[in-house]
């Protein structure tokens, strides 16, 4: 139990001023200023709106800074912002079919129409530290090339044409507002797949990765192929009822990744491949990978799967534990006072040695 | 660039997604008499995506916006929902809105419009031939034993 404790204001005034200089740190060296982060530090602030559940690049590139680029304290920061904005409403649900691609690339298909983009990746570098950089070398020109205005139609709609994947359902939901809503209503479950998928989209990073990985060495085994991973803008439209039309208010960047799986096939179900499928803010494939792994994971009930004990199966350790600010809240709180629980421990160990020491001396 | 007339569906879009840098300096012109019937609301809109791109719905997370609405004197009412937090933005696309349903529009069209299609289209652009650049090219290696 936490016991409310008064004192101590004024050595609280002082950490937080001693902290406003550390952030800064050594004054010779120049500001850091709100732009350069969100322009050069752009994963980290994908990042923080991904988890923050926010999309907007200058306040996440400036919770950065405040957080001294602690990313779960920036994300925080964001989480408390977001709650004091009033929600006007809900987008249409947006197109990634209609995504403007800089990137795009799958595992399954070779040549896949609309090709293999690799966009601007770590993947192929040698991971070996660039002295250029420290040395603020202006890099060349990206290169360009005629664009195909071709469409970049999802690959997987070609199986699924075929009928070697399983169809998508349409939700539940009559319109936006009923779409349900962690941030509006308490998890309960068994938890529908829109409401995993949006615990998923702003969970953290590294659970996320962990259990799609634990996935991949055989806890809840469910062999997954990149069937497309796609970075690029999307549209974000909105009915506008007092005009009676729809408008495309924001132009944002996400990162998709559908995976192909398996499916051995039930007494209602011909054999077919089923889905998994994340989708996220900002550029973050780790994190959209880990979202498809862990989703199809999750189905594993819905697809009558053997069900062990894999923790990436166990819909409620997933959902219940993969919130960094819910996780690091819970995990904090217990630096603060607990003089009183403590003392009712001390007291009772006391009491037992006691207890024990006379039992002792009554037998000898 | 396409010539296409402005739809005010197209329009408000657009003005939406503009950064305010580039509508000031398009359309840095002193604002006509009118009255707020909604002044700048900084709020959220929930984005929300489908399952497997094409299945149920789901809230994917929010988009900062800023709302207004503005009343020229001539009675012509203009609405903003606009990407960030800037409610000169809000305000300046509120009354953008208004004027190009007004007589004063067909100059609008020219002088703000099509410069801020032009200049979206040309970010696209530039992105698409960046990453058409990366496409990768296939090509079969000779077998050893052929």
Request: include cysteine; glycine fraction near 8%.
């Amino acid at each position: 139990m936490y016991v409310a404790v008064k004192g101590g204001e004024r050595a609280i005034e002082h950490a937080h001023d001693w902290l406003a200089q550390a952030r800064r740190g050594d004054m010779a060296v120049p500001d850091l200023g709100v732009a350069q982060i969100r322009e050069q530090l752009a994963l980290a602030v994908d990042r923080v709106m991904a988890e923050g559940s926010l999309h907007d690049p200058d306040l996440a590139a400036l919770a950065l800074k405040q957080a001294r680029g602690d990313v779960i304290e920036a994300v925080f920061l964001i989480r408390a912002f977001r709650t004091t904005l009033p929600r006007f409403g809900a987008s249409v649900p947006v197109d990634t079919g209609d995504m403007q691609i800089i990137r795009r690339i799958s595992a399954t298909f070779k040549d896949a129409p609309g090709g293999q983009v690799l966009g601007p990746t770590f993947d192929y570098t040698h991971r070996l530290l660039d002295f250029d950089l420290a040395d603020g070398v202006a890099p060349p020109p990206a290169p360009e090339a005629a664009a195909s205005p071709d469409p970049v139609p999802h690959i997987l709609s070609h199986l699924g044409e075929e009928g070697l994947m399983q169809p998508e359902p349409a939700g539940d939901a009559e319109n936006a507002q009923d779409v349900p809503d962690l941030t509006r209503a308490p998890l309960e479950f068994p938890a529908s797949r829109p409401l995993r998928l949006q615990a998923l989209t702003r969970a953290d990073e590294g659970f996320l990765l962990s259990l799609a990985y634990s996935t991949q060495r055989g806890y809840g085994r469910n062999h997954a192929f990149v069937g497309e991973l796609r970075i690029g803008h999307v549209r974000v439209a909105a009915h506008m009822p007092e005009l009676g039309f729809d408008i495309e208010f924001a132009d944002i960047l996400v990162t998709e990744c559908e995976t192909v799986n398996q499916f051995q096939g039930s007494k209602s179900e011909p054999a077919q491949f089923t889905r998994g499928y994340g989708l996220v803010f900002g550029q973050s494939e780790r994190k959209a990978i880990s979202m498809a792994l862990v989703d199809r994971a999750l189905r594993a009930r819905e697809l009558g799967e053997d069900m062990g004990d894999a923790p990436a199966q166990d819909e409620e350790f997933v959902l219940s534990h993969c919130d960094n600010i819910q996780s690091s809240g819970f995990l904090e709180h217990i630096k603060l006072p607990h003089y009183v629980d403590f003392q009712a421990e001390l007291e009772l160990i006391r009491k037992l040695r006691r207890d024990a020491g006379a039992v002792r001396e009554a037998a000898q | 660039m396409t010539a296409d007339p402005f739809a005010r569906r197209d329009w408000m879009g657009l003005i939406a997604r503009a950064p305010l840098a580039r509508l000031d300096a398009l359309w840095p012109d002193d604002p006509p008499a009118f009255t707020w019937l909604r002044a700048p609301e900084m709020g959220a809109m929930m984005v929300q995506g489908r399952a497997g791109a094409v299945g149920a719905a789901f809230n994917l997370g929010e988009v900062t916006v800023t709302r207004a609405t503005v009343r020229l004197d001539c009675g012509t009412v203009g609405h903003a929902l606009v990407q960030g937090r800037s409610a000169r933005k809000a305000e300046r696309a509120a009354l953008l809105d208004a004027l190009l349903q007004t007589g004063a529009g067909a100059g609008l069209h020219a002088r703000v419009l099509g410069p801020l299609r032009d200049a979206e289209c040309g970010d696209a652009d530039t992105r698409a031939r960046r990453a058409a650049a990366t496409k990768v090219d296939f090509f079969t290696m000779a077998r050893g034993d052929a």
